[in-house]
C-alpha cells in the first residue's frame, strides 16, 4: 500500500485518519481525526461519526491504542482496510457537489488532467456538514497550473477572492506571529484560496509520486532567526514546505500551513525556528509546535514593496 499527505485511510476499528507525510517505513504516519460514536454529528455510510481535534486525537489514541501514538500517529499497515484517494474521489463528490463542480470544471477547461486534481478534507471521505469548507488539492506542477486557473477566474469574476471578514476568521484562527495587513499582503500574493458564491475553498499541495524522496533526519542544535536568499520554492506550499537559501542553514522546514509559500525565489525572507544539524548541513524548522508560537517566515522583499 502506497498513500501520499492529503489521503486519508480507514482502520479495523472504523477510525478515519489523514496522511501527515510521505514516509511510511514502519506504518502510515498520519493524524487521527474521526471516531464512529452514535452521537456524533456528521454520518457516512449509515454511520455516524465524531470529529477529534488534535488534543483529542492524541489523548483518545493514549487510551485506546498506544501503541499508535508517537510525534505523529502511526498506524501498521495490517491495520488499515481502505485508502481514500482524493483524485479517485473527485468525480464522485462532485456529483452531489454543484459549488466543487464549477472549480473542477475549471480546473479541466484550463488544462489540468484528470488524475492531477482532487478533493480531500471531510469532502473526500464523506462526512461533510452544510458548512464545510472545500479543500482541493493538486499533484506537483498541476498545482502551479490550477492555482494560474484560479486567478484567472478570480479576473474574470468566475469566482471571488476572500473578504476582510474571512480572512480575519482565517487569522484568528491560526494566530500567527505577524500582523493582520502583514499576513493578507503575503496571503493574497499566494492565490490558492478563495470563494465559490458562501463556500470557501483552498488549492493544496502534494507531490507528484516521482516527486518523493526520503526525508533526511536532524538533530536540534538550537533556537536562531536568520535573513537569507530565497534559491528555490518549487515545494514551498508542501507539508513541510521547503524554502532552499543561500546561507550556511540550506533550507527550512515549515510544518505550519501559515507560512507555505510565503516567499518566491530571489526573495530575502526572515525566518525564526529551531535549528537542526543533518547530514548534508543545517536546516530552519518553522512550525515545532501546533500553532508555530515563537516561530514566523516574512518575506522582507514583499514587506518593502508593499511598504
Not at 471531510?122 to 456538514?129: E, F
Not at 507531490?207 to 537569507?228: E, F, H, M
Not at 515545532?288 to 518575506?299: D, Q, V, Y
Request: some cysteine; glycine content about 8%; hydrophobic content about 35%.
Amino acid at each position: 500500500m502506497k498513500a501520499r499527505i492529503r489521503d486519508f485511510i480507514e482502520t479495523v476499528d472504523g477510525w478515519i485518519f489523514a496522511v501527515a507525510d510521505y514516509a511510511h517505513q514502519d506504518g502510515f504516519r498520519c493524524l487521527l481525526r474521526y471516531v464512529p460514536d452514535p452521537e456524533g454529528s456528521r454520518e457516512a455510510r449509515g454511520i455516524k461519526y465524531r470529529k477529534l481535534d488534535f488534543d483529542e486525537a492524541f489523548a483518545f489514541l493514549k487510551r485506546e491504542r498506544p501503541d499508535y501514538v508517537r510525534d505523529l500517529h502511526v498506524v501498521p499497515e495490517k491495520d488499515v482496510i481502505r485508502i481514500y484517494r482524493p483524485a479517485d474521489e473527485l468525480p464522485r463528490v462532485a456529483k452531489t457537489d454543484s459549488k466543487l463542480k464549477r472549480i473542477s470544471t475549471l480546473l479541466a477547461e484550463g488544462g489540468v488532467p484528470e488524475k492531477c486534481v482532487g478533493i480531500t478534507g471531510s469532502m473526500l471521505i464523506g462526512l461533510q456538514g452544510p458548512s464545510s469548507d472545500i479543500d482541493l488539492v493538486a499533484y506537483g506542477k498541476s498545482w502551479w497550473k490550477a492555482r494560474g486557473i484560479l486567478a484567472k477566474a478570480k479576473a474574470e469574476d468566475r469566482i471571488q477572492e476572500l473578504d476582510e471578514t474571512m480572512w480575519r476568521r482565517i487569522y484568528y484562527k491560526r494566530k500567527p506571529e505577524i500582523g493582520f495587513d502583514e499576513f493578507v499582503l503575503h496571503e493574497m500574493r499566494k492565490g490558492n484560496r478563495g470563494m465559490i458564491g458562501d463556500t470557501y475553498f483552498d488549492l493544496l499541495f502534494t507531490r507528484d509520486w516521482p516527486q518523493i524522496s526520503p526525508s533526511l533526519p536532524g538533530k536540534v542544535t538550537g533556537r536562531r532567526k536568520i535573513v537569507a536568499e530565497v534559491l528555490d520554492a518549487e515545494f514551498s506550499f508542501d507539508s513541510p514546505a521547503i524554502f532552499k537559501l543561500n546561507h550556511e542553514v540550506g533550507e527550512i522546514f515549515c510544518y505550519s500551513h501559515t507560512y507555505a509559500g510565503q516567499a518566491l525565489p530571489g526573495e530575502t525572507v526572515e525566518a525564526m525556528g529551531v535549528v537542526e544539524k543533518t547530514p548534508t548541513g543545517q536546516r530552519l524548522v518553522v512550525g515545532t509546535t501546533r500553532e508555530a508560537k515563537g516561530e514566523w517566515i516574512r518575506s522582507l522583499t514583499l514587506l518593502e514593496a508593499g511598504s
